[in-house]
């Protein structure tokens, strides 16, 4: 597999990885104000929560058009990429 | 602990989300169309549920009694708000059904179309001056001599149920001669000549520790009468 391929198949997975932590960082907040109450939480959760979850959205959203478009670029095979791609197995 | 209708649904979504999060972290599936759509469920449409549904109840909390009595330098206020006995005109609305526990956020929130909204930016300088102006260290006999409103209260608030139209108002003598002062704000319906101060026990406060000299009392005086 070329190098350009290799880095579109981590990018992807790393993204949608990244921003499945993004989104349980912004899930939390956005609880713990709800169960707190306390004045600073639940301005964190309405600002940094909100910002977090939607930071984690993009970035899948961007994985996915990675991957939607990784055809007409440069991988003309398509299999779905396996969650378990890391640098050693896509040697 | 109370917790709302969409607290519990914020609580709910959020527990789902995580779940799916959490199992395509574990198992590492391939990333098909299935996949992407659990992911799709789990990164944008739970989340955004959790998000809508956190801001409604958290924006709820924000106008409780309880929530502004959660600062420690509000908590003099807040004893005498709920305080049954107590003959402030903060505590004699507080036990109005109409303001309740929610008496804080129905006397001092803005009115108007954005009024809502204004109200919500104007606790924001609250919370900044809170965390980050000093008013944490503050002890709560400090707090009560020299925090006061940004800006004389607006009357326009206290009108807000009392019209000024009905007879029984009319027919009081200074109403009637102080009615342009009272309009434009510059005599406050919550003044000691008047109803009253809402907050009496501050006033106090700053008397006690007033001097001719004291800043407190300069910065009390500039400002005129106030709530």
């Keep these: 597999m070329k190098l350009p391929a290799k880095l579109i198949r981590l990018s992807i997975i790393g993204l949608i990885r990244f921003a499945c932590g993004l989104a349980l960082v912004g899930l939390a907040i956005m609880s713990f104000a709800i169960v707190s109450g306390r004045p600073l939480p639940v301005v964190l959760a309405m600002s940094v929560g909100h910002m977090v979850g939607m930071a984690s959205l993009a970035c899948f959203l961007l994985a996915v058009f990675i991957d939607a478009t990784r055809p007409l670029v440069i991988d003309e095979n398509r299999a779905p990429l396996d969650a378990n791609t890391d640098s050693k197995s896509i040697e | 602990m109370h917790i709302e209708l969409t607290g519990i649904v914020t609580l709910s979504a959020s527990a789902v989300a995580a779940s799916i999060i959490v199992v395509y972290l574990v198992r590492r599936p391939a990333l098909d169309l299935t996949v992407k759509l659990w992911l799709l469920v789990g990164l944008g449409v739970l989340p955004g549920i959790v998000a809508a549904s956190s801001t409604a109840s958290n924006m709820h909390r924000t106008t409780d009694r309880s929530f502004c009595g959660s600062c420690h330098v509000m908590e003099g206020h807040y004893a005498d708000a ?120 501050t006033k106090v406060a700053a008397l006690d520790s007033a001097t001719p000299s004291s800043s407190v009392a300069t910065t009390d005086r500039s400002r005129g009468a106030r709530p």
């Design chain 2, 82 to 201: 709920s305080d049954p006995t107590s003959q402030s005109l903060a505590a004699r609305h507080s036990r109005n059904p109409f303001f309740g526990g929610e008496s804080c956020y129905v006397c001092h929130a803005d009115y108007g179309v954005f009024g809502y909204a204004l109200t919500k930016l104007g606790g924001m300088r609250h919370v900044y001056k809170y965390y980050l102006g000093g008013y944490n260290q503050m002890t709560l006999a400090h707090a009560e001599r020299v925090i006061r409103l940004l800006k004389p209260y607006d009357n326009a608030n206290c009108r807000q149920c009392h019209s000024t139209t009905a007879e029984d108002w009319r027919r009081i003598p200074d109403h009637l001669s102080l009615k342009r002062e009272l309009d434009e704000s510059r005599v406050s319906c919550a003044s000691a000549g008047c109803h009253g101060y809402a907050h009496p026990f």
